[in-house]
């Protein structure tokens, strides 16, 4: 069973639009699936598949963990794809206990003989708990958007992923594990610490805690996704999020391509249908479809990819952004013509487009004044 967890550093970048999406394209190809709303706490997967109000979802497990599992997964009216929906109305489900996770994890890789593969749709942010859902699969996917603060976060869940791998990899009580408790407990925090810098003092007190962390994070090949992209230069991002990770983390990410903003987004899902089943032609749906292509000519998750595959997965994310913002062009244009989209739509559209252009601005200038606040202080100490 080919396991596929799918995070965001923050919300609103489309991540339960990939998973919905990604999940019908399995499905159609011959595959059998589950997709599971782990976004415990906020759960609304079931609005972007079209299923209907779950009736049970995973917190009616979590709260009677003997029960059984199977009674919390639904049919959908796609062939070959089931759902588990998660629950926002039982409190308590996004914090869950060890005890409950280690259940709810259990229960989930049971499901490997009747399931190819399984999609995890996990919440936004680093909580513990995402991160050790994450961390089931080496080649997770993050979703990502070319908003500054979007891309902050996809780093900073990538950041936070690698930290919890190396703790995990240190046994209670190992000189690693109380290196780790005291850098935490002193409030260092992460934002300074940088993986390569930590490794020769962690080899240096403890060579079996460092040689499995280093087997793991060699092993460790997540894949990113680039998300409401408006025009080719927007997935330029991409690589700042890739250099950032090779730097700081030693951490190697793979590009499995971007998918650029569709007005019929809103569409398909005000009409309860993903939009790949609404419009499978769109610009959309055609680049969820690559994506489940290479998904699934891609081996399982033994396989790790070399520089030179991760540097052309790269190339071939920039030129199908190229190729991609053509036919969008095209697209809009046939829209036009054939009277499915008015003047009146392009004008709303493309206001819409200006508005999240002067709000990226807002954002950029932000960031530059904290950052240059920072310098300053830094000049002075």
Partial sequence: MRIIPIASGKGGVGKSLVSANLAVAFAQAGRRVVLADLDLGASNLHLVLGHHSPQMGI?????????????????????????????????????????QRKALVKRLLNLK??????????????????LDFFLLSNQGIIVSAPAVTAVLNA???????????????????SPAR?????????GAGHSKLYIPKMLPEIKKIDKASYSKFIERLEALRPRLIMNM?????????????????????DLKIEHMGIIYRDVLQDTALASRLPIILYKPQSILSQAVYRIADKILQSPEDEFTPDDKQIEDSFQEAEMEAEIDFDSKMEYVEDLLHSGAMSQ??????VKSQQFEINKLKKENNFIKLKLTRA???????
Avoid: W
Wanted: net charge negative; with cysteine.
């Fill in 229 to 249: 992209v408006d025009e080719p230069k927007n997935a330029d991002v991409a690589m700042k999020i890739r250099r950032s990770c090779e730097e700081y983390l």
């Fill in 113 to 130: 003989d009747d399931t190819d593969i399984l999609i995890l749709d996990l919440g936004a942010g680093t909580h513990q708990s995402i």
């Fill in 59 to 99: 917190g009616t497990f979590l709260n009677n963990t003997k029960s059984n599992f199977n009674d919390v997964i639904a049919d959908t009216d796609v062939r070959g794809l089931r759902f588990i929906p998660g629950d926002n109305e039982i409190p308590g489900t996004a914090n869950l206990t060890t005890f």
């Fill in 344 to 349: 009146g739509d392009l004008i709303e559209t």
């Fill in 375 to 381: 310098a300053q202080q830094g000049f002075k100490v």
């Fill in 178 to 186: 109380v290196h780790l408790e005291k850098i935490r407990k002193e």
């Fill in 155 to 173: 780093y900073v869940f990538l950041k936070n992923t690698v930290f919890r791998l190396m703790f995990s990899s240190c046994s209670k009580g």
